[in-house]
T-cell receptor
Framework: AQSVSQHNHHVILSEAASLELGCNYS??????LFWYVQYPGQHLQLLLK??????LVKGIKGFEAEFIKSKFSFNLRKPSVQWSDTAEYFC???????????FGKGNQVVVIP | GAGVSQTPSNKVTEKGKYVELRCDPI?????LYWYRQSLGQGPEFLIY????????DSGLPNDRFFAVRPEGSVSTLKIQRTERGDSAVYLC??????????????FGNGTRLTVT
């Protein structure tokens, strides 16, 4: 079964700082990759996704992620964060054609105004 | 429009009791998923319905857990003889056709289950 690793569970940074969250998965075949975000008191929302094509994916709110197949990674980035980016971010993967999303443990990101 | 609705939002029960958690998916969504999120963890897959049938129930932890979707819309997750380790947030998600590129998952706010 596929698994997902996210590092640096708690991240604290100031507004305008750059953000990068790491995500590594363990599956050697074709994967579909996702980042979900959960703002305080809200439900999980899709931030961006990768299925095929350009490995640099752009999502909502200025986020982007890069799929590097050789590193089994799908890191999330934002050049300049805002206070409203305070949230928990989850990397997720489906593999082998199944519909089971496997999530990482998440990154709790706090942006200080 | 209306999103995925889960009731109750909170449920406290005693060890050994039976509980039912309800999920109302977005109208017209044929795929429905249940996940469980324990404290400090990401959501963990439990079961996936396509229409009325369970297409994948490989994530159900044991036979105390059961889920139904009799009319292909509302789903109920049932937990028998609850244990303290069942305490978690139970998430429901639906999608139009299944987890494909143009059919993303829409999550509900979850039911927080506490077993005392």
């Amino acid at each position: 079964a596929q698994s997902v690793s996210q590092h640096n569970h708690h991240v604290i940074l100031s507004e305008a700082a750059s953000l990068e969250l790491g995500c590594n998965y363990s599956y050697g075949g074709t994967v579909n990759l996702f980042w979900y975000v959960q703002y305080p008191g809200q439900h999980l929302q899709l931030l961006l996704k990768y299925f095929s094509g350009d490995p640099l994916v752009k999502g909502i709110k200025g986020f982007e992620a890069e799929f590097i197949k050789s590193k089994f990674s799908f890191n999330l980035r934002k050049p300049s964060v805002q206070w409203s980016d305070t949230a928990e971010y989850f990397c997720a993967v489906t593999a082998g054609g199944n519909n089971r999303l496997a999530f990482g443990k998440g990154n709790q990101v706090v942006v200080i105004p | 429009g209306a999103g995925v609705s889960q009731t109750p939002s909170n449920k406290v029960t005693e060890k050994g009791k039976y509980v039912e958690l309800r999920c109302d998916p977005i109208s017209g969504h044929t795929a429905l998923y249940w996940y469980r999120q324990s404290l400090g963890q990401g959501p963990e897959f439990l079961i996936y319905f396509q229409g009325t049938g369970a297409a994948d129930d490989s994530g159900l932890p044991n036979d105390r857990f059961f889920a139904v979707r009799p009319e292909g819309s509302v789903s109920t997750l049932k937990i028998q003889r609850t244990e303290r380790g069942d305490s978690a947030v139970y998430l429901c998600a639906s999608s139009l056709r299944g987890g494909t590129y143009n059919s993303p998952l829409h999550f509900g706010n979850g039911t927080r289950l506490t077993v005392t």
